[in-house]
Every structure is written in C-alpha cells, then in structure tokens.
C-alpha cells in the first residue's frame, strides 16, 4: 500500500486546512485509517481514526475541531482542521491498517502561525 497525504501549508491561528491522504490498492475499505502528527522534538502521536465502518476516535486534543472522513469509492481519507491553534504546528501523516503497524504515508507539515 501507498499512502500520499498532501493538503499541508501555513496558517494562521484560527484558519482551517483540508488535509487528504490517497491510497492505492483494491481493498482501501477494509482498512483502518488514521492520521497522527510529530511536532518537533515530540513523539509521533495518534490525531484521528475512522474504520470501515465510519466509527471514528479523536485525539482529546483536537475533538471538537478536527474532522476525519474517508471516501471508499476514491481511496482517500480526509482530515478537516477546523479553528488551528500554533500547537497544532507538526508533520502529519496518514496511516492504513488491518493490524499495527500498518503503511505510513510521507508526511505533510502544517504550520500555524500566531
């Protein structure tokens, strides 16, 4: 599987991004899909899940402001990033898996500005 995220930038705080992650493959439906974030100096950490299902989980962090979808037919999963705080300010990666650790995509930096 190949995961290629895109949709990072710079923001100010209080913008919104749209991030997106697209994978190859014929089985994009069966995988759990999650973006996760390394700020610099910190620890790569877990952002958003949605299963095939469409259940979802959210970093406690960013409940609230942050929306993950996924789009079968288009083997893509989103992230909305609503009301951006400098804190946010990472590199973002998407992930697919049926187990762990599953395939990371390359990474996309969001930068947000006070």
């Known amino acids: 599987v190949q995961l290629q995220a895109s949709g990072g930038g710079l923001v100010q705080a209080g913008g919104s991004l749209r991030l997106s992650c697209a994978a190859s493959g014929s089985i994009f439906g069966r995988y759990v899909m999650g973006w996760y974030r390394q700020a610099p100096g910190k620890e790569r950490e877990l952002v958003a899940t949605i299963f095939s299902g469409g259940h979802t989980n959210y970093a406690d962090s960013v409940k609230g402001r942050f929306t993950i979808s996924r789009d079968n037919a288009k083997n893509t999963v989103y992230l909305q990033m609503n009301s951006l705080k400098p804190e946010d300010t990472a590199v973002y990666y998407c992930?697919?898996?049926?187990?762990?650790?599953?395939?990371w995509g390359q990474g996309t930096l969001v930068t947000v500005s006070s």
């Open positions: 992930n697919a898996r049926t187990v762990p650790p599953g395939y």
